[in-house]
């Protein structure tokens, strides 16, 4: 009996030390990556967002936009916020989105490349014509990267943006772009735009929005780009503290009126087009002449001056033309008519000076009427002064 409890005694030991080693058998340790750290980035589609100042030093970046980032409801960046943006990057606020950036002038907002060089990022484009869009005290630098929409800011059909105490920086193309007649540059002023490859394109429409307290500085090319379109509604064609460069044709359906002391170079085959509900009145000064001229002093490089409108109202004053006369239809730097369908145009000059036609100077049909009001000067024009 007591050898039977012994063995039993032994074995409820062994069972025991079996169960021991059992529950204390360790799992295999195995060892977790740390997580990824945020650095910020987005891209895709988003919806109401807010880029908050979330970063002390104002050196580290507070959001890094990877590829393009499409708006679709309000974006909204906090003051001192830096933004970097990744190569060929782009920010795109659909009709539906709207950008509120408002920096302040002591913690501006800063938009730049993650790569410091000429257009390594594309654009900020907008589609939107929401009223509250707006870039106050925002640096803009290294942006303007695509050829097609060839600005840092890009402004689309419809698109409307306030932009002022902003600076445009190390753009590669234009700084700023209106790239149709409805884009709307509201308050366009107190911007700076340095050390850019080009400044500004806009419409005829637009150039009563750029305020003359905008700052160019070291821009390789230093004018404002206009793109012929049709003007539609009355216009001032002021000075601006830049020349104007003309491209293409724009059409004049409504009173025009050009400042003295304006300056356009006109580029190749470019033309301006007063059609008989238009009117041109360029009102120049002895002090102060208007000037149409050429982008490249080739004698015939741009079209020039088509007046079929009969209005009494078109006037050259003080105004200088050279470099014109290349259109094969309209054989004059200044041509006074147009077809049958154009009859009794009528332009009134006194003190203009016309030089270096390809054509004739003026060319005046014979249901047409030139009023010369006197102290009108001609040189160097191919076929004549006056024609035919």
């Given at each position: 009996?007591?050898?039977?409890?012994?063995?039993?005694?032994?074995?409820?030991i062994?069972f025991?030390?079996?169960?021991v080693?059992v529950?204390c058998?360790k799992?295999?340790v195995?060892?977790?990556?740390?997580?990824?750290?945020?650095?910020g980035?987005?891209?895709?589609?988003i919806?109401d967002?807010?880029i908050a100042?979330?970063?002390a030093?104002?050196?580290?970046?507070d959001?890094?936009?990877?590829?393009?980032?499409?708006?679709?409801?309000?974006l909204k960046?906090?003051s001192g916020v830096?933004?970097e943006?990744?190569?060929g990057a782009?920010?795109v606020i659909?009709?539906?989105?709207t950008?509120i950036?408002k920096?302040?002038?002591?913690?501006?907002?800063?938009i730049?490349?993650?790569?410091?060089?000429?257009?390594?990022?594309?654009?900020?484009?907008?589609n939107?014509?929401?009223?509250?869009n707006?870039?106050?005290?925002v640096?803009?630098?290294?942006?303007?990267g695509d050829?097609s929409?060839?600005?840092?800011v890009?402004l689309?059909?419809?698109g409307?943006v306030?932009?002022?105490?902003?600076?445009f920086s190390n753009?590669k193309n234009n700084?700023?772009?209106?790239?149709?007649?409805d884009a709307?540059l509201?308050?366009?002023?107190n911007?700076?735009?340095e050390?850019?490859?080009?400044t500004l394109?806009i419409?005829?429409n637009q150039?009563?929005?750029?305020?003359?307290?905008?700052t160019?500085t070291n821009?390789?090319?230093?004018?404002?780009t206009i793109?012929?379109?049709?003007?539609?509604?009355?216009?001032?064609w002021?000075?601006?503290?830049?020349?104007y460069?003309?491209?293409?044709?724009?059409?004049i359906?409504a009173?025009?009126?050009?400042?003295a002391g304006?300056n356009?170079?006109?580029?190749?085959?470019?033309?301006?087009?007063?059609?008989?509900?238009?009117?041109?009145?360029?009102a120049?000064?002895?002090s102060?002449?208007?000037?149409?001229?050429s982008?490249?002093?080739?004698q015939?490089?741009?079209?020039?001056?088509?007046?079929?409108?009969r209005?009494?109202?078109?006037?050259?004053?003080y105004?200088d033309?050279?470099?014109?006369?290349g259109s094969?239809?309209?054989?004059?730097?200044?041509y006074?008519?147009?077809?049958?369908?154009?009859p009794?145009?009528?332009l009134?000059?006194?003190?203009?000076s016309?030089?270096?036609?390809?054509?004739?100077g003026i060319?005046?049909?014979?249901?047409a009427s030139l009023?010369n009001?006197g102290?009108?000067?001609?040189s160097?024009?191919i076929?004549?002064d006056?024609?035919?």
């Amino acid at each position: 009996m007591y050898k039977k409890k012994s063995h039993l005694y032994s074995l409820a030991i062994i069972f025991f030390l079996i169960l021991v080693t059992v529950c204390c058998k360790k799992e295999p340790v195995v060892e977790k990556p740390d997580p990824e750290p945020d650095d910020g980035s987005i891209s895709g589609t988003i919806k109401d967002t807010l880029i908050a100042n979330v970063n002390a030093d104002p050196n580290v970046a507070d959001c890094y936009i990877t590829g393009v980032l499409s708006v679709d409801g309000e974006l909204k960046v906090d003051s001192g916020v830096l933004i970097e943006m990744g190569d060929g990057a782009s920010i795109v606020i659909k009709t539906t989105g709207t950008i509120i950036a408002k920096g302040s002038a002591s913690h501006p907002i800063t938009i730049t490349g993650r790569t410091k060089t000429r257009g390594a990022w594309k654009y900020i484009m907008i589609n939107s014509g929401d009223p509250r869009n707006e870039l106050s005290y925002v640096n803009l630098e290294y942006g303007g990267g695509d050829n097609s929409n060839n600005g840092a800011v890009y402004l689309n059909t419809g698109g409307y943006v306030k932009i002022q105490n902003s600076k445009f920086s190390n753009c590669k193309n234009n700084a700023v772009v209106a790239a149709a007649d409805d884009a709307v540059l509201n308050q366009f002023t107190n911007n700076i735009i340095e050390n850019n490859e080009y400044t500004l394109q806009i419409r005829p429409n637009q150039i009563p929005q750029v305020d003359n307290s905008n700052t160019f500085t070291n821009n390789n090319n230093a004018f404002i780009t206009i793109e012929g379109s049709t003007v539609r509604t009355p216009l001032t064609w002021d000075k601006k503290l830049l020349p104007y460069k003309h491209k293409g044709t724009t059409y004049i359906e409504a009173d025009v009126v050009i400042a003295a002391g304006v300056n356009i170079q006109m580029d190749y085959a470019s033309l301006i087009q007063v059609r008989p509900e238009g009117t041109l009145n360029a009102a120049g000064s002895a002090s102060e002449r208007i000037v149409f001229s050429s982008a490249d002093t080739v004698q015939g490089y741009w079209q020039g001056l088509l007046i079929q409108s009969r209005s009494n109202k078109n006037s050259l004053s003080y105004v200088d033309i050279s470099y014109a006369g290349g259109s094969p239809t309209y054989i004059g730097s200044i041509y006074i008519g147009g077809s049958v369908s154009y009859p009794e145009a009528i332009l009134s000059m006194n003190n203009c000076s016309v030089n270096k036609s390809a054509s004739w100077g003026i060319y005046v049909q014979s249901n047409a009427s030139l009023v010369n009001a006197g102290g009108n000067v001609f040189s160097n024009n191919i076929m004549g002064d006056i024609g035919p």
